[in-house]
C-alpha cells in the first residue's frame, strides 16, 4: 500500500490526558500537512513541514499541541492536556512539490480523537 | 485568504451530468481554484485544479469564468459512488495552504 497512513484510527481519550497520533505520509513526498476535522465542517489547516523543517502553524495550533517530523519521514501530532472541544477527525496529507509548483494533497484516512 | 462560496447541498439524479458551482469572487491572479471531494468516513480525495483555462481529466472537467470570480465543476455522469462533500478551494501560497469550506453535499438519487 503506498498511501497515506494513519494511526491509530481511533482514539478514546479522558479529558487531561496526552494523546499521539502518527502520520507516515508516501515515501518519496516532501510535503506533509496536518488538519483537524470536527463535524459538518471541512478540514482546518493545523500546520504544514516541508522535509523535516515546519514551516507554518495555524492559530487553530495552540500550546498544547505540537507536531514533529523527525528526519522528514514520518511525523506526529501531540496534544497535551487534551479537552473535549479537542475531539475531532485529525486529518494528515502529503504532496511532492518542488518550490513554487502545484502538486495534489494526497489524504490518509484520518485519526478520529473522542475526549470524555 | 481568498474565499469561496458554494451551496450547501445539491441533488443529481444518476447518471445525468452534475454542474457543481462555485464563487470567489475576492481570487487573486496567482491563485489556482482546486476541487477535492470527500466521501463519507474517507479523507478528501483531489479531483481536478485549474488557473485560467477549462481543464478535464478523467473525473470530471472545470469550467473557469473568465473573469476569474467563479467556476464549474462538471461531473459528466454522476454515479452513486459520486456522492460526496465536494470543495472548492483556493491556494494561498506555494506552499499550497489551504483553506476548506463547509462544500457541497452531493446527493446521488438512483
Known amino acids: 500500500d503506498t498511501g497515506v497512513s494513519q494511526n491509530p484510527r481511533h482514539k478514546i481519550t479522558k479529558r487531561g490526558q496526552n494523546v499521539t497520533f502518527r502520520c507516515d505520509p508516501i515515501s518519496e513526498h516532501n510535503r506533509l500537512y496536518w488538519y483537524r476535522q470536527t463535524l459538518g465542517q471541512g478540514p482546518e489547516f493545523l500546520t504544514y513541514f516541508q522535509n523535516e523543517a515546519q514551516l507554518e502553524k495555524s492559530r487553530l495550533l495552540s500550546d498544547r499541541f505540537s507536531a514533529e517530523r523527525p528526519k522528514g519521514s514520518f511525523s506526529t501530532l501531540e496534544i497535551q492536556r487534551t479537552e473535549q472541544g479537542d475531539s475531532a477527525m485529525y486529518l494528515c496529507?502529503?504532496?511532492?512539490?518542488?518550490?513554487?509548483?502545484?502538486?495534489?494533497?494526497?489524504f490518509g484516512p484520518g485519526t478520529r480523537l473522542t475526549v470524555l | 485568504d481568498a474565499k469561496t462560496t458554494q451551496p450547501n447541498s445539491m441533488e443529481s439524479n444518476e447518471e445525468e451530468p452534475v454542474h457543481l458551482p462555485c464563487n470567489h469572487s475576492t481570487i487573486s491572479g496567482t491563485d489556482y481554484i482546486h476541487w477535492y471531494r470527500q466521501l463519507p468516513s474517507q479523507g478528501p480525495e483531489y479531483v481536478i485544479h485549474?488557473?485560467?483555462s477549462n481543464v478535464n481529466n478523467r473525473m470530471a472537467s472545470l469550467a473557469i469564468a473568465e473573469d476569474r470570480k467563479s467556476s464549474t465543476l462538471i461531473l459528466h455522469r454522476a454515479t452513486l459512488r459520486d456522492a460526496a462533500v465536494y470543495y472548492c478551494i483556493l491556494d494561498s501560497g506555494g506552499y499550497q495552504k489551504v483553506t476548506f469550506g463547509i462544500g457541497t453535499k452531493l446527493q446521488v438519487i438512483p
Open positions: 496529507a502529503s504532496s511532492l512539490a518542488p518550490s513554487g509548483a502545484y502538486n495534489e494533497q494526497f
Open positions: 485549474g488557473l485560467t
